[in-house]
Every structure is written in C-alpha cells, then in structure tokens.
C-alpha cells in the first residue's frame, strides 16, 4: 500500500531568531513533555535525512506533507514580521522538497495577520513553489478577532479556491481566551483535549459563518480525526433546526463536513474510530496522517492496516484522497 501522510511536522532552527519564541528556540509545547520525548522531538523536528527518512522507510510511508510546527507564524504579532517570516519559511521549505522531490511536499505558511499578503503569498507559494495548500495554528493576531470566518479572510478563502488547494487548520496558537476548566489540571491542555476543542470550535465558526456558501469550492482540513466534529453532524443538524441562526445557511450543517471539510486521522490511530468516521463522512473524505514527530510512523501505520474497510477505500484513505485533493 502506498501511504502519503498530510500532518507532518518540521521546525527552522533559524526561526528562533526572527520571532518571539522561548529560550532554546523551540516551540513552547516541547516543555511539557517528558524530558525523553522532547529531546526525541527536538532531534527530528529539524531533521530531514537522518531520522525521518528511515522512520518513513521503516514504517513504508512513500511522501510527508511537510509543515511548520506549531505555533507556525501565529507568534508574529505584526503584520511586517509575519509577511517576512512566511516568504522564508515557504522558501526554506521549498528548497527541501526539492533535495527530495519524490519524498516530500509541503504546506504553505501564510501571514494571516494581513489577509491580502497571505492571499499573495499562497499564490506564489503554490504557483511558484510548488506548494500543496496551506496550514495555519488555529487563531491568529490580526483583524476580525482572530478568527477565519471574518469578511477580511474573503480574499483568502477566494484564492484558496482559485488555486483549488485546501486549508489545514491545526492546533497550537497561543490560546485565544482562558478556559476555566483547565485550572489546575495543565493535563487537559494541548494535544490531550484543548486543541481539539478550540480548533473544532473555529471550524464551526467558519462553517456557521456561511464562508463555504460563499467559497464553495474552498476545502478545509481538520486532524485528529477531525477534533471531533465527524461524531458529531446529526447533533449539529438537530440543533441548528432548533435555531435562529445568525448567519443562515444553505445546507444542513452536517452537509458541509465531508464536502468543503474533510479529515485525516492525525494521531488517532484506532480502527474503530477510523470506521466511524468513515461511516458518519465517506471515504472520500478522510486521508492518513501520522503527526510525526510527535507520534509514531510505525503505529499509524500499523493501526491503519488493522481496520476493516474495504481494499477501495483503504485506498483512498492511505493515498488516493491526498493524490487528488493536493495533486501528488
């Protein structure tokens, strides 16, 4: 089986230095974990050749889509610094895929805090670089509270469209609000519960916010076996029947999550979810992931390969959907 794994992640050691990161340079996730796996992770986040392509032969995962690891530009406030940072992250990235053209692609990242600069610069990312689409952390600085459901992200979700290159929209930005529940239980932070939450949430507002009625032919990606949001389309129909939305919509809810939002399965590595999904959003709508370095090529892999889906759609899952919908 061919595997090509969308969530993968990579760190530019010479970004510390052009944005307000924490000593040591690497992202503030690391200092939660477990002395061992943050060294584990501070080894391959900057590495191409020396652990990744072996874990990814070891594993038989053919190509990474590469992208910047949290909290990518989402740490820039200005919008001077975000534009500069985005134009070398690209080109650094760009550089790599092409020392391995046929292991690697890559995620544009763009600098949010000025809408028309990131529409800029995902045009040249794809049409210059060779980008497969963009990834942003979650909540940016910048205008419309932070959010991409605001009208000053139009031209964004437009050029997303025009280029026919998805959005993936990944955890990690510095936490827009502060939730109570997490008070004294630093546990629930991050990976374990939060991200999900807000990224789900955000992804909402961006369906409720009728930017796919707007867009439709723009595709969001959600991971983590889609922070969620796949289990729960009949609740958000019955509800939103309920209501008097602010913004109404064209369709059910659930309409738009397996159409303009689709999902890979980053980190989330049991078949019986996996089955799940694919019964709540169709097999066209998932896509394997792993979320290296921070979980396991090898797992990922061989919780796919434990699932009772049909020889059609582990195809489509483990390297189909990501053929078409990035033109790999």
């Not at 992202?27 to 990744?52: G, H, I, K």
């Not at 992250?89 to 053209?101: F, G, K, Q, T």
């Not at 990944?170 to 990976?191: C, K, Q």
């Amino acid at each position: 089986m061919r595997y090509i794994a969308l969530e993968e992640a990579f760190f530019i050691a010479e970004l510390a230095e052009r944005q307000p990161m924490p000593a040591g340079g690497l992202p503030r996730v690391l200092s939660r974990f477990r002395p061992e796996f943050e060294e584990r992770c501070r080894q391959r986040l900057t590495d191409f050749t020396e652990y990744r392509l072996p874990e990814m032969d070891e594993a038989g995962i053919d190509v990474q889509v590469l992208s910047l690891t949290v909290p990518g530009l989402q740490v820039d406030i200005t919008p001077e610094l975000a534009r500069a940072n985005a134009r070398f992250a690209n080109d650094y990235l760009a550089d790599v895929i092409a020392r391995h053209p046929d292991r690697f692609r890559g995620f544009a990242a763009l600098p949010l805090q000025d809408p028309a600069a990131a529409a800029a610069e995902l045009d040249r990312a794809v049409t210059q670089l060779g980008l497969c689409g963009a990834l942003v952390n979650d909540c940016v600085y910048g205008p419309g509270g932070r959010y991409l459901d605001a009208p000053e992200y139009d031209e964004v979700w437009a050029a997303l469209e025009s280029l026919c290159v998805p959005l993936y929209l990944h955890p990690g930005a510095p936490p827009a609000d502060h939730w109570r529940v997490l008070d004294g239980r630093p546990e629930l932070y991050g990976a374990a519960w939060s991200w999900a939450a807000e990224v789900s949430g955000h992804a909402l507002r961006i369906v409720f916010g009728g930017v796919f009625d707007r867009h439709p032919g723009a595709t969001l990606i959600l991971g983590h076996m889609g922070e969620f949001l796949p289990f729960q389309r009949s609740r958000l129909d019955s509800r939103y029947a309920t209501i008097d939305p602010a913004t109404p919509l064209q369709r059910p809810p659930s309409a738009y999550l397996g159409s303009n939002v689709v999902f890979t399965n980053s980190g989330v590595f049991s078949p019986a979810t996996l089955l799940g999904a694919v019964l709540e959003v169709g097999a066209d709508a998932v896509l394997f992931s792993v979320d290296y370095p921070y979980e396991s090529s090898r797992e990922a892999v061989a919780g796919f390969e434990r699932t009772t889906l049909s020889p059609g759609d582990r195809a489509k899952i483990a390297h189909g959907n990501a053929e078409r919908l990035l033109r790999i």
